[in-house]
């Protein structure tokens, strides 16, 4: 009987526990955001001044920009390369099918700092300025794998007879495309642009390479302070940001009741 | 012909190295119900995907109204189909499902609400124009799939077993109301189904399918009371197929099966005395041999008990399997007996022996 | 006429694709191969000259030392994150479906949240006489501060806590999916609970663990900023000393070659797995 409770008991307190544990780090950050010492480890009461503080820095609100517009523009320029990639490959068999699929996902198994690495040799071999243009296209290359999978797998589960019903109604397929695929799709789209955005807002290790030294995006700024002096001002920053992934992150839950299950399947990056 | 409305002319399609369609040809007149009946793999779906150009065809003509439409767009044709998943755009309303095809045309809003409004009606379903496809029963969504089509009236609609997924009580109903609809509108019907019961309901004409050829085109009596070959037999009309040699008894045709003579229908070209006849018989006309009458010699291999009737299965010394149907549940035979049976000459017809390729 | 214009209009949605993976995907892969075999200029830059020193240069004590030390703290990591992970979806896929939206949404959340928010907690708890110092202090459980931060438990720690969730997903999702009755029909047969999970329920979730281990192995040997921030400049991953050749060194030959034997280990894992779990894609992926 005590054997028989204590075994239905462990699986909780195992998912408690660590669910905690995983938490830990980022409710301490929460806490010494509103810390009034500026040495992390004393508490010397509440305080809203890093906040008032994180505002002044120009600095920061560039990085921010910086990091919003590269996300943006990557997981938009992901979402049409990646959609329109998806769609050729699932309703043609041509040859090279498989090839191309592998290429597509290639991003995803490489790790991260190889892909940095070699963005940072070819385009200085190109010639390209390092900057916003070597910033979006190298985020644009690891993001699209996270869109090409989901609209793939959407896709792939769609009933082909929506379009061929369409087809027979009089739309050609360009009306086929915008009126039915592209609706029926969306969703997939969506929840693949928003993981793209959140890996690309997150990115230190590829940009680290390619962002040469007039630009700074946001994670790259919290890098560099981290390895330097910290200031609690970060703590602050990193708050507000753990508030907006909050809010991503609960707005794409209700975006679709599958939104959860999407998203699990789609963990697969080696992004951390 | 002049009022031709479609017309098939030795369409052939293989999928690699399969052939499934080896020279498909007929001819529907306008407000003609033809039926495409064949188990699954025959052709039938392939042959209305064709007609409506979702699938091309190797060679051959489709031609509509005297047009030849072979190499025309789906789009451009005019002809609607139901398909057998409905295929009701999910994110969609009702009303605008039913107006996508009218939309396309470039018709005005208020033309098509009245259109949409008109249709509903015919099938039965005012007022659900606000619906979502997922709000709706099977047997509604049946419907709304029939009304998406004939609300841009085709010269021809395809239907490819639309009824396929309700229940057997919906079946009946629908088969009532699709028949009904049609003679209502007057729209040339292609019809695909594997349930024969359903073909012979409706059709006007039936195209029996197998192997992407058909094995006989014509009415349903023509189909059921004079198949051409052994499948049609026992596909359309689940009649016993027994197959042995052809005798003459005079100038009567007889089956020689087992040391036994039983004179048979000659057909059109009967085969000379010695050659391989085949006969159809359907069940009930299975009879057993008294004493006192000739019979062909069976053992009885099971007895069982289907839609009020009982079958009985026998086994004939060259090891055929004939069924005798018998209307009520107790028959004094067991399995294992041995009998005789007999039928009469004018229930045993000479049919063309089954294509095996 | 007809498969022309098919042709034409798949050109038109592959093409976008097409052209951005050739030039940015398979061109820097391919000049990366090309680069690992060419010589270091003398100050700045490459000279166009056929050489394999760049790979001799690998076995040199100094480098394959920080190879084998890499690899060893990757397979350090990847055995805890499993340990620690497996159970977790485990039981996750077998809690109620509303407790288990609630904990997967739990889940996601420190998975979109910053890395380095989340390492940058660790700092303020590793740090001498942080929080896990004075902790332990007050507990009497030490005297002297551990003084935790820029030690190899630390980075350990760091890079356990940062894969951890990728393990909890993809165990969940495969765990999710099985079909329990397998496991009823093994314990009908007289299974114990303990043989009944070693030869049904791991061997049936083993696609979603490989694809954990895959997810948790590959990037554990170039996370280089946990090693940085964590560490210090005390443990040097593989991907430190890429990181290194590149931005300080400039010696992009060497760090090319280190590239090459990183990616062509991380191949040969996903190759090993599409062999094992005879999977075409990664379990979880989609």
């Not at chain 2, 025309?72 to 039913?98: C, G, W």
């Not at chain 2, 005395?273 to 057993?288: C, K, M, N, P, Q």
């Not at chain 3, 940062?162 to 099985?178: C, D, G, I, N, R």
Request: proline share 4%; net charge positive; glycine share 8%.
């Amino acid at each position: 009987m005590r054997k028989q409770k204590k075994q239905s008991r462990f699986p909780d307190l195992y998912l408690i526990v660590l669910t905690a544990l995983m938490y830990l780090p980022i409710v301490i950050v929460m806490v010494y955001s509103v810390n009034e010492s500026k040495i992390s480890s004393v508490w010397s009461g509440f305080s809203l001044k890093w906040y008032a503080q994180l505002f002044k820095d120009r600095a920061i609100g560039t990085a921010i920009l910086n990091s919003f517009l590269l996300g943006a523009i990557s997981s938009l320029a992901a979402a049409a390369i990646g959609t329109l990639g998806a769609i050729g490959t699932v309703r043609t068999g041509f040859r090279g099918r498989g090839f191309m699929e592998y290429i597509a996902t290639l991003p995803m198994m490489t790790p991260e700092i190889i892909l940095g690495m070699i963005f940072l040799a070819f385009f200085s071999l190109l010639g390209l300025p390092f900057g916003m243009t070597t910033l979006i296209i190298s985020h644009t290359a690891f993001c699209i794998p996270y869109v090409f999978m989901q609209v793939k797998a959407r896709l792939a589960g769609m009933d082909k007879s929506y379009e061929e019903a369409a087809r027979d109604l009089g739309a050609n397929r360009t009306r086929v495309f915008f009126d039915i695929t592209l609706p029926l799709i969306a969703p997939a789209i969506l929840s693949g642009m928003m993981l793209s955005f959140a890996m690309s807002f997150d990115d230190v290790i590829v940009s680290v390479f390619v962002t040469g030294v007039k630009v700074n995006t946001l994670p790259i700024l919290i890098y560099t302070q981290l390895k330097t002096g910290v200031t609690p001002k970060i703590n602050a920053l990193c708050t507000l940001m753990f508030a907006a992934t909050l809010i991503l992150v609960i707005l794409s839950s209700l975006i679709g009741r599958s939104g959860y299950k999407k998203k699990n399947g789609n963990t697969g990056g080696l992004q951390t | 012909m002049s009022d031709t409305i479609l017309g098939l002319r030795d369409i052939r399609k293989s999928f690699g190295d399969t052939e499934v369609l080896r020279g498909i040809s007929f001819a529907a007149r306008a407000g003609e119900f033809i039926t495409l009946l064949g188990s699954s793999g025959c052709g039938k779906t392939t042959t209305l995907r064709i007609i409506s150009g979702l699938e091309t065809c190797d060679s051959g003509q489709v031609l509509l109204e005297g047009r030849d439409v072979t190499d025309e767009v789906p789009e451009k044709r005019d002809v609607n189909t139901v398909f057998q998943s409905y295929a009701l755009f999910p994110h969609m309303t009702v009303a605008e499902n039913i107006g996508y095809g009218l939309k396309l045309k470039g018709k005005k809003k208020p033309e098509i609400r009245k259109a949409v409004a008109e249709v509903l009606e015919l099938v039965q379903l005012p007022g659900f124009e606000e619906r979502r496809p997922t709000e709706l029963s099977g047997g509604q969504r049946q419907r709304i799939a029939i009304a998406r089509a004939i609300v841009n009236a085709p010269k021809v609609l395809l239907l490819d077993e639309p009824l396929g997924a309700l229940d057997l009580q919906l079946r009946r109903q629908m088969q009532i109301e699709l028949k009904r609809l049609q003679k209502q509108l007057g729209i040339t019907f292609i019809y695909i189904t594997h349930d024969q019961e359903e073909a012979l309901n409706m059709s006007d004409r039936i195209g029996v399918m197998k192997n992407g050829v058909f094995q006989q085109f014509g009415t349903p009596s023509e189909i059921y009371d004079r198949p051409k070959n052994a499948y049609v037999a026992r596909f359309v009309g689940s009649a016993n197929v027994l197959r042995g040699r052809a005798a003459y008894e005079g100038d009567t045709l007889c089956l020689e099966s087992g040391g036994v003579r039983m004179p048979v229908l000659a057909n059109a070209a009967p085969p000379a005395a010695g050659e391989v006849l085949t006969v159809a018989v359907r069940s009930e006309y299975v009879d057993f041999a008294s004493e006192t009458e000739s019979g062909i010699p069976a053992v009885v291999k099971e007895k069982s008990f289907a839609a009020g009737m009982l079958r009985i299965a026998l086994e004939t010394g060259e090891g055929e399997e004939v069924i005798a149907s018998r209307h009520g549940i107790d028959f004094d035979l067991s399995p294992g007996e041995h009998v005789r049976f007999r039928f009469r000459k004018e229930h045993a017809l000479c049919v063309e022996a089954e294509d095996e390729t | 006429m007809k498969p022309k214009r098919r042709g034409w209009e798949n050109a038109v949605f592959l093409a976008p694709l097409y052209l951005f993976t050739l030039v940015f995907l398979i061109g820097p892969f391919v000049y990366m191969l090309v680069l690992s075999f060419m010589t270091r200029a003398e100050t700045w830059g490459v000279v166009q000259e056929f050489t394999l020193r760049n790979y001799a240069r690998i076995l040199e004590p100094l480098y394959y030392n920080t190879l084998i030390e890499s690899l060893k703290l990757a397979l350090l990591v990847t055995v805890l994150v499993s340990l620690l992970g497996y159970p977790f979806g485990y039981f996750m896929a077998k809690l109620p479906p509303k407790r288990r939206a609630l904990l997967l949404l739990l889940v996601m959340i420190p998975f979109w949240t910053s890395s380095l928010m989340r390492l940058y907690g660790w700092i303020i708890i590793f740090r001498a006489n942080g929080l896990l110092d004075k902790l332990l202090m007050a507990l009497h459980l030490i005297r002297k501060p551990l003084k935790m931060l820029y030690t190899y438990p630390a980075v350990a720690v760091g890079m356990v806590y940062a894969l951890l969730p990728f393990m909890m997903l993809s165990v969940y999702s495969s765990v999710e999916k099985m079909d329990w009755t397998l496991v009823e029909a093994a314990r009908d047969l007289g299974a114990s609970p303990a043989k009944a999970f070693l030869t049904v329920t791991l061997k049936l979730t083993m696609p979603g663990l490989m694809t954990g281990v895959i997810l948790t192995f590959v990037p554990s040997m170039g996370l280089f900023f946990v090693a940085d921030i964590l560490g210090g400049n005390k443990i040097v991953l593989l991907g430190s000393v890429i990181q290194e050749q590149l931005m300080k060194v400039h010696d992009w030959p060497f760090a090319a070659a280190l590239s090459v034997i990183m990616m062509a280990m991380t191949s040969i894992l996903i190759l090993l797995y599409r062999r094992i779990t005879g999977a075409k894609e990664m379990e979880g992926m989609i």
